[in-house]
C-alpha cells in the first residue's frame, strides 16, 4: 500500500478519485493500492516556552535557546489556557494509522515551504523513516494531478526547501518569544509582541508616519509659456524650478517683453510601452488592494479558494515568469480569457498563435510558476471571488498581448538664456492597455485622445499667446497603504520604481508573499497600527514601541531582508542551516539584551491593573482603554453619548467603579442629562444618576437605554 498525504480533505478527496482511492473512512480513502490521508494545516509546531520549563517571564530565563527544539502536536486557546486540539490529535492518529499500514508515502502537501514543512513536522513527530516521494504540482485540475503521479521525485530532492522553512519558524520563534517576553518585563504589560519581520515592518510605517507629519513644505515656482498656432495651443515649461520668489518675478517680467519665441528642437518618435510581467502573490495582493480594497490577508484568502476549485495556479508563489511548457498551453487559456463577458472587446486586439515572451523565462522560476487560470471554466463564484478571478485572466491577457504603441513629441524653445520644453505623447495603438482601460496606466505626457494641441516644426517663430507663473509646494512622501507597504516590504524598505530592480532585489526583502499578509495582520491584531482610509497609520502605541526600538537591531530592515535571502540560500543548498542558526542565536541574544535594557515609566505610568480580570493591564489611549488579557475583554471607548471621557473620568471608573458626575451626556431623542458611569456586576458600562428630593421624596430615576457601547 502507499500512503499520500495532503495538506486539507478537499485536495484528498480529489487526488484519491484519481488514483481510485474511492472507499471512505474515518479521516482517510482507500482503495487501488492507496491510503489517501490529510492533515488539518498544521498539525504539529515548535513546542512553546513552558514546554521546556520556562514558565516565569523572568529576565533571568532570557534569552529562551531551546537545543534541541521540540515539535508538539496542535494546541488550543480556550478559557483555562492552551489545551491539545482534540480535532489535531484524532487526525493525527488516523495519520499515523495510515502510514503504519503503507510500505511508502506520497507526500502530497501544498508545493510549496510551508506544505514542506507540514508535511515533515508531521513525519518526524510521528517517528516515522519510511521511503517518500514528493508530488509537486502547481494547480489542482484532474490534468495536472495526474501528470504529477507520473513524475513523483523522492522527498530528498525538497530537504533544502525544508531546511529553510525549519529555521524560518525556529528564528522567528528565537526572535519573537524572546523579544517579547523582553518587551513584556521592560514595560511592565502584555499584549505587545516583537518579531524578527514584524518590527522592521512596523519601523517602516512608523518612520515614514512621522516623516510625513513633520515634513516641513517649501514654496518654489515654475514658469510656462503658451504658445499658439492657427487657435490652438500647447503649454512650455522653464525647464529650471525657481526656489525665490523675487528672482521668479523678474523673470517673468522679462517674459513679457517677447510676442514671439524659436522653436529650436522637434523630436518626433514611436515608443512603446511594455506590457505588464504576470501576477505573483504580492503583485496581486497590490493590485486588489488598490482596485478592489481588500486587504493583503482577504486577497490570499480569495486566492486560496480559487485554487482548491481548481481554477488557477498555486498562489503562493513569488515568481512572475511561466516555464516553456506552461507557455505551450497559454494560447488556448486566453481563447477561453477571451469568452468571458468582461474580455470580449478585446478578442479582436490579440494574435494566440503570435504571443510576446516577456513572462516566459525558465530561469525565473521559484517553486512555482507566476498566477494564471486554469482550463477550468468557472461556476458559481462569490461576487469577490469572481473580481480577483477576473483580475487574474484580465493580466494574463495584459502579459501576452501587444505592446501599446504611442507617439512621442518633444518641442523646445530656447532663447537667451531660457529653455522651455514640452513634452506629450498620443496613443496610436492601445494593445494591451485595451484589456482593462485603467487610467493609472497612462504615462504623466500622455494625452486624451480627443484633446487637440498645437504642434510646431523646428525653426518656426511661434506666437506667445501668454505667460504664468505658479507657485507650487514640495510635498512629503505619502503614507503607507497595504499596496505601497507590500512593495516596500518585498525590497526591505528600499524605494524603488522600476519593475526589474524590484525583480532583482526581492530576494532580499521582509518576509515572503506567503507571509506578509499574515505580518500586516499581526501589527493590526497588537493595535500597533489601524487604517485611515486607505493609508496604514501607527497608534500612539504603535508609536511608542517604535521610539523605544527604532536603533536596535530587531527594527533593521536590511538585516532581515539578508535573513530572508540567506533562507532562500538555504532552500538552494548554498548555506547550511547550522550557519544561519548560529547567527540568529548571536541576534537573539543582542536583541534580547537590548530590549530588557529599555525603560517605559509613561507606558507603565498610563497602565492600570484590570478590574475585571485582576490579572491583565488597561492601556488608555487615544481612542479607548482596553485591558491586555486577550481573555478578558474589557474595553472604554473615550466618545460616549456625545462626551469625551478625559484621562481622569477613566481612571475614576477603572480605580473605583465609578466616575464623578459628568455633564452634558446626549441621549437617542436629543435630550441631556447628567450622569455617573459605573460599571455593573459583569464590568458593562452603565449609568448612576443623580437622586434630588422634592418635598422629601426622591426624584424618578429614568431608566437607562440599555448597556452602552458594548464590545462589537
Known amino acids: 500500500m502507499i500512503a499520500i498525504l495532503t495538506e486539507k480533505p478537499s485536495v484528498g478527496l480529489d487526488i484519491a478519485r484519481i488514483v481510485g482511492a474511492t472507499e471512505k473512512f474515518d479521516g482517510y480513502m482507500s482503495g487501488n493500492g492507496y491510503m489517501v490521508t490529510w492533515a488539518l494545516g498544521h498539525l504539529v509546531s515548535l513546542a512553546q516556552p513552558g514546554y521546556y520549563g520556562f514558565t516565569r517571564q523572568s529576565a533571568s530565563h532570557l534569552p529562551m535557546l531551546p537545543n534541541p527544539f521540540e515539535l508538539v502536536m496542535r494546541l488550543k486557546k480556550t478559557a483555562k489556557g492552551m489545551v491539545t486540539d482534540k480535532a489535531a490529535a484524532k487526525q493525527l492518529n488516523i495519520i499515523d494509522k495510515v502510514f503504519s499500514q503503507c510500505d511508502d508515502i506520497i507526500v502530497a502537501t501544498d508545493a510549496g515551504r510551508e506544505g514542506q514543512c507540514i508535511f515533515q513536522y508531521i513525519y518526524n513527530y510521528l517517528g516515522y523513516t519510511k521511503p517518500c516521494k514528493r508530488l509537486w504540482i502547481s494547480s489542482l485540475t484532474d490534468e495536472a494531478i495526474e501528470k504529477g503521479m507520473a513524475n513523483l521525485k523522492d522527498n530528498n530532492h525538497y530537504e533544502g526547501l525544508f531546511q529553510a522553512a525549519d529555521c524560518r519558524a525556529k528564528a522567528d520563534w528565537l526572535i519573537g518569544m524572546n523579544g517579547s517576553r523582553a518587551l513584556a518585563i521592560s514595560s511592565g504589560i502584555g499584549n505587545n509582541s516583537l518579531g524578527r519581520v514584524q518590527t522592521p515592518t512596523l519601523a517602516m510605517i512608523c518612520a515614514r508616519y512621522r516623516e510625513n507629519r513633520n515634513f516641513i513644505s517649501t514654496n518654489y515656482w515654475q514658469l510656462h509659456i503658451t504658445l499658439e498656432k492657427e487657435g490652438v495651443f500647447r503649454q512650455f515649461r522653464f525647464m529650471e524650478d525657481l526656489k525665490e520668489k523675487s528672482d521668479a518675478e523678474k523673470l517673468y517680467e522679462q517674459l513679457k517683453s517677447y510676442p514671439s519665441v524659436p522653436i529650436t528642437k522637434v523630436e518626433r518618435k514611436t515608443v512603446h510601452q511594455s506590457q505588464p510581467l504576470l501576477y505573483d502573490l504580492t503583485t496581486l ?24 476549485k481548481k481554477l488557477i495556479s498555486y498562489p503562493r508563489t513569488s515568481s512572475r515568469y511561466i516555464p516553456d511548457d506552461v507557455f505551450r498551453e497559454i494560447p488556448s487559456l486566453l481563447r477561453m480569457v477571451l469568452r468571458m463577458e468582461p474580455f470580449k472587446h478585446f478578442a479582436d486586439s490579440i494574435d494566440t498563435l503570435r504571443l510576446p515572451t516577456e513572462s516566459v523565462n525558465n530561469k525565473k522560476i521559484t517553486d512555482h510558476h507566476a498566477l494564471i487560470i486554469t482550463g477550468d471554466y468557472p461556476g458559481e463564484l462569490s461576487p469577490l471571488e469572481r473580481k480577483v478571478y477576473h483580475m487574474i485572466a484580465g493580466r494574463m491577457l495584459e502579459a501576452f498581448g501587444p505592446k501599446c504603441k504611442k507617439e512621442s513629441l518633444l ?132 508609536l511608542f514601541i517604535y521610539d523605544a526600538v527604532k536603533e536596535m537591531k530587531i527594527a533593521d530592515a536590511e538585516m532581515t531582508g539578508q535573513w530572508e535571502k540567506m533562507l532562500a540560500e538555504i532552500e538552494k ?108 456586576a459583569n464590568h458593562n458600562i452603565t449609568f448612576s444618576f443623580p437622586k434630588t428630593s422634592e418635598k422629601g421624596k426622591k426624584k424618578a430615576v429614568p431608566k437607562p437605554s440599555g448597556e452602552v457601547r458594548k464590545k462589537k
Open 285 to 308: 495582493q497590490k493590485d486588489c488592494n488598490i482596485h478592489l480594497n481588500l486587504s493583503a490577508e482577504k486577497t490570499l484568502e480569495i486566492a486560496q479558494n480559487l485554487y482548491e
Open 411 to 542: 518641442m523646445e524653445a530656447s532663447f537667451n538664456d531660457f529653455l522651455f520644453r514640452s513634452s506629450s505623447q498620443k496613443i496610436l495603438s492601445p494593445g494591451w492597455r485595451g484589456v482593462l482601460n485603467r487610467p493609472e496606466d497612462k504615462d504623466a505626457e500622455e494625452k486624451d485622445s480627443e484633446e487637440v494641441i498645437a504642434e510646431f516644426e523646428e525653426g518656426e517663430n511661434a506666437k506667445v499667446g501668454g505667460h504664468s507663473l505658479a507657485q507650487k509646494k514640495t510635498m512629503p512622501k505619502p503614507l503607507y497603504t497595504e499596496a505601497t507597504l507590500l512593495t516596500a516590504m518585498e525590497t526591505a524598505g528600499k524605494t524603488i520604481t522600476d519593475e526589474a530592480v524590484r525583480e532583482a532585489i526581492k530576494e532580499q526583502g521582509l518576509g515572503t508573499p506567503a507571509t506578509r499578509a499574515a505580518i500586516i495582520e499581526t501589527l493590526f491584531r497588537r493595535e500597533y497600527i489601524e487604517r485611515s482610509g486607505k493609508s496604514l497609520v501607527p497608534t500612539e502605541k504603535g
Open 573 to 680: 543548498n548554498r548555506v547550511s542551516p547550522e550557519t544561519f542558526m548560529k547567527a540568529i542565536e548571536v541576534y537573539t541574544r543582542q536583541i534580547t539584551e537590548e530590549v530588557l535594557s529599555l525603560k517605559f515609566p509613561e507606558l507603565a505610568a498610563n497602565a492600570i491593573t484590570c478590574p475585571k480580570c485582576g490579572d491583565g493591564k488597561v492601556i488608555i489611549r487615544s481612542k479607548y482603554a482596553k485591558c491586555d488579557n486577550g481573555k478578558c475583554g474589557l474595553i472604554i471607548f473615550r466618545n460616549f453619548l456625545n462626551k469625551e471621557l478625559t484621562n481622569q473620568h477613566i481612571q475614576q471608573l477603572l480605580s473605583s467603579g465609578s466616575t464623578k458626575l459628568i455633564k452634558g451626556f446626549k441621549g437617542k431623542k436629543g435630550n441631556t442629562f447628567d450622569a455617573k458611569l459605573v460599571f455593573d
